[in-house]
């Protein structure tokens, strides 16, 4: 045995107490109270563990360039609008420098797992996708990262944008996405995304449903096409902003009606609440759909970051745990099963949303293992508690001290 992780409580079996994993060649090779093996020891000291937290869905690319912004009227902000000319002078090697920085902070925050947007469009070419693709190979020591390549200024009505998301997924991109508020012919383009997703044989990853109203939601389209074409399970629905503008008995039939049609939604708490009720001076709509609401019903949901310091979401860390607390606020969730749903949303119902199936705390898995500054997953959202270490394939690749009071001197 290679590494010992002594002592730690494992998120998904709190209530047995204080347990040993045991890795091995990069897997875990045991999990059992007080293992007896020649290995090196990291001592967890009765701290919460996770199999590494998932980030499933971010803008890697566009990270990072509040800076070089214009300023926009509150009212009238359109994160579209702030990035557009910016992209011609977006190199290969700006981009990548501009992910790399964000990339490292979400390993520093527990973070083993991604599926990272990309846009393609004449204006960015392919010059997003490749600074992006390119730390793939070089960061796999710490973080497993998927393409989802999408149009976030239109496709029907970007000529050339078309034949950039093909040759992205000739490329090596794995899924394909949408954001078709963008474009003239919404519907034409959900269609058309459905069409390229079945002809690479990728699955689907749109933008969806956000709005001052509740009218002309796409979500019906899409749950059409997905039973259509029988792509249950590999279709994810991100924001939705606009079930949060629904009375909760609306929103918990849609929800069995995509549970029934395996559908994933995935919630954006921080761009969502930034983003929502510009055209309202007080009593303001906060726009973020209410995840545990969908779970009841059924539906698989995630929380995720979405953007990173620009013109969407001009702040951020990268911390999961402060997405899941902020979300948790936001929703006035405060009962302990709840907020243990929050932790899931991270872990355990992101890997089933990236379709992993070698993700949990299981003999045989990689020992991806985040140590977390917690006792249990909801004192972890509570608290939003830091990640003290993580391990990738069983090889630490991040380390922070827990803060000490040195008392008077």
Not at 171 to 189: H, N, T, V
Not at 388 to 393: C, D, S, W
């Amino acid at each position: 045995m290679d590494l010992i992780i002594r002592g730690a409580r494992l998120a998904d079996r709190i209530s047995a107490g204080p347990l040993d994993i045991g890795v091995s060649k990069g897997r875990i090779a045991a999990i059992e109270p007080k293992l007896d093996a020649a290995a090196r020891i990291y001592a967890a000291d009765g701290r919460l563990a996770c199999p590494g937290l998932i980030e499933t869905h971010i803008h890697l690319d566009k990270s990072r360039i509040i800076d070089r912004c214009a300023p926009q009227a509150r009212a009238q902000l359109s994160p579209v609008k702030g990035v557009t000319p910016l992209k011609p002078g977006m190199s290969v090697e700006d981009v990548r420098a501009r992910a790399e920085r964000t990339l490292e902070q979400c390993i520093l925050h527990g973070t083993t797992r991604m599926r990272t947007q990309v846009e393609v469009d004449p204006g960015i070419g392919m010059r997003g996708f490749e600074g992006v693709q390119s730390l793939i190979a070089d960061y796999r020591w710490a973080i497993d990262i998927e393409i989802c390549v999408f149009p976030q200024e239109g496709l029907l009505n970007y000529p050339g944008t078309d034949a950039l998301l093909i040759e992205a997924l000739k490329r090596g991109a794995k899924l394909i996405g949408g954001a078709p508020r963008y474009d003239s012919d919404e519907a034409g383009q959900i269609r058309r995304i459905f069409e390229l997703a079945r002809e690479f044989d990728v699955d689907i990853d749109m933008h969806l449903d956000v709005g001052p109203t509740p009218d002309a939601m796409n979500i019906h389209l899409v749950r059409e096409l997905t039973e259509k074409y029988k792509r249950g399970g590999r279709v994810v629905v991100g924001h939705m902003a606009k079930l949060s503008l629904l009375p909760p008995d609306q929103v918990a039939a849609l929800g069995r009606q995509l549970a029934n049609a395996g559908i994933a939604v995935t919630v954006l708490p921080a761009t969502d609440l930034f983003l929502m009720g510009r055209d309202q001076t007080h009593n303001v709509r906060r726009g973020v759909a209410d995840a545990n609401l969908l779970i009841e019903q059924g539906v698989n949901c995630s929380l995720s970051s979405n953007n990173i310091l620009n013109p969407a979401t001009p702040y951020g860390d990268c911390s999961l745990i402060r997405m899941a607390n902020l979300y948790a606020n936001i929703l006035q969730i405060d009962r302990p099963a709840q907020l243990r749903e929050c932790f899931q949303m991270l872990t355990e119902r992101s890997a089933q949303l990236l379709n992993l199936k070698d993700y949990g705390f299981k003999v045989g898995h990689p020992a991806d293992i985040v140590i977390i500054n917690a006792q249990s997953p909801e004192q972890a959202v509570a608290e939003i508690a830091q990640p003290v270490a993580t391990f990738k394939n069983g090889r630490q690749t991040s380390v922070w001290r827990p803060a000490e009071l040195l008392g008077p001197h």
